[in-house]
């Protein structure tokens, strides 16, 4: 027990340690859902990922994600199926800033769309990354 209490800043550096490493994972909210651009660019090569926007049509007109497919989120419910018929593949979904596109991964969930994702920080964390932006 003295080592415990003669030592009790190193098991302090252990905890923040600890605490550092699960950060990451927590400031996305779980992270089981969000990914970054980067993630999003790997799934879409690797995994043939379709990428869904589900702005307004004047959003998506405006600028999105190359070779996105335009859903708006009021919409998504009864046209996802139609949209992205193979329920295996990843299917992303966009919007400006993310809040809209977190709430379209849990109707696209519900719909048995297991492996949806919502790109982290919308189309402003893709423009940020410097990554491909289509208009029209």
Same mark, same amino acid.
């Given at each position: +027990?003295?080592?415990?209490?003669?030592? /009790?800043?190193?098991?302090?550096?252990? =905890?923040?340690?600890?605490? +550092?490493?699960?950060?990451?994972?927590?400031? @996305?909210?779980? %992270?089981?859902?969000?990914?970054?651009?980067?993630?999003? #660019?790997?799934? !879409?090569?690797?995994e043939?990922?379709?990428?869904?926007?589900? $702005?307004?049509?004047?959003?998506y007109?405006?600028?999105?994600v190359?070779?996105?497919?335009?859903?708006?989120?009021?919409?998504?419910?009864?046209?996802?199926? %139609?949209?992205? @018929?193979?329920?295996? =593949?990843? *299917?992303?979904?966009? $919007?400006?800033?993310?809040? &809209?596109? &977190?709430?379209? #991964?849990? #109707?696209?969930?519900?719909?048995?769309?297991d &492996?949806?994702?919502?790109?982290?920080?919308? !189309? %402003?964390? /893709? &423009?940020?990354?410097?990554?491909? *932006?289509?208009? %029209?």
């Open positions: +027990m003295d080592f415990f209490v003669q030592n /009790w800043h190193l098991f302090a550096v252990a =905890l923040a340690s600890g605490g +550092m490493l699960l950060w990451p994972t927590l400031g @996305k909210g779980g %992270g089981a859902d969000g990914v970054s651009p980067t993630e999003v #660019v790997q799934l !879409m090569n690797r043939k990922a379709v990428v869904v926007d589900v $702005c307004s049509p004047e959003e007109a405006a600028g999105h190359t070779g996105a497919k335009s859903l708006p989120l009021d919409e998504l419910e009864a046209k996802l199926a %139609g949209v992205v @018929k193979n329920k295996a =593949l990843p *299917v992303v979904l966009v $919007c400006a800033s993310g809040v &809209r596109s &977190r709430r379209a #991964v849990a #109707v696209a969930k519900k719909l048995g769309y &492996r949806a994702y919502s790109l982290t920080g919308g !189309m %402003g964390a /893709w &423009r940020a990354a410097n990554l491909p *932006v289509q208009k %029209g």
